[in-house]
């Protein structure tokens, strides 16, 4: 399965700013996915990223609010914008394994996010 | 819609027993489902597939579309166990393939 980073691991942030989330794979990856859990809860898409096009959005969720570039095949960001307390979560990055063809995927180790 | 429920929040049960976290899924296509796993301050892994119909840990899980169920079972609970456990269902209804995470079941093996 691929290793996946993210960064940071953690960060408190004051409210009206922005964070950069980093998320970088070890191997080539055409699916990649940014996901939001917050505390007690479990996981909410976000949105899906692949190479060279627009990321995909799910309701809910807005461009404006949280920007995600995809330059090449094994890395990926996702920017929280404008931050307020209700950002506050766990953000993880997770890719598809193409290779089995079963759409099981494989999760980053999360960043950790308070807004103050 | 697709919705993934799994019922409790939490489960608790003695060391040997026996363990069953329940997952129901409501699809209009035909379901592929994963069990995942969290153990405490480690990421978000993989459990099972129901495709390969595999054993790990000791857990099993059966898809019975009867009765719209994935739950997951083993035997004779371990402490080591003891983690968050999330149901994952496949869903192709949009552009892109996406998982749909039931809430989680927090496992409890207690002595």
């Known amino acids: 399965s691929a290793v996946i980073s993210q960064k940071p691991s953690r960060d408190i942030c004051q409210r009206g700013t922005s964070l950069t989330i980093q998320c970088q794979v070890d191997?080539?990856?055409?699916?990649m996915f940014w996901y939001r859990q917050q505390p007690g809860q479990s996981l909410t898409l976000i949105a899906t990223?692949?190479?060279?096009?627009?990321?995909?959005?799910e309701s809910g969720f807005v461009i404006d609010k949280f920007p995600i570039s995809r330059p090449n095949l094994t890395f990926s960001t996702l920017t929280v914008s404008n931050m307020s307390p209700e950002d506050s979560s766990i953000y993880l990055c997770?890719?598809?394994?193409?290779?089995?063809?079963?759409?099981?995927?494989?999760f980053g180790p999360g960043t950790r996010l308070t807004v103050t | 819609a697709q919705r993934v429920t799994q019922p409790e929040k939490l489960l608790s049960v003695f060391k040997g027993a026996p363990v069953e976290l329940k997952c129901n899924y409501s699809y209009s296509g035909s379901p592929e489902l994963f069990w995942y796993v969290q153990y405490s301050r480690q990421r978000l892994q993989l459990l099972l597939r129901h495709i390969s119909r595999e054993s790990i840990k000791g857990f099993t899980a059966d898809l019975n579309k009867g009765e719209t169920s994935f739950h997951l079972k083993k035997p004779f609970a371990q402490e080591e166990d003891s983690a968050m456990y999330y149901c994952a269902l496949v869903d192709h209804t949009g552009t892109a393939s996406k998982l749909t995470f039931g809430t989680g079941t927090r496992l409890q093996v207690t002595l």
């Open positions: 990223a692949n190479q060279g096009s627009e990321a995909t959005y």
């Open positions: 191997s080539q990856v055409t699916m």
């Open positions: 997770s890719v598809e394994d193409v290779r089995t063809s079963s759409y099981e995927q494989y």
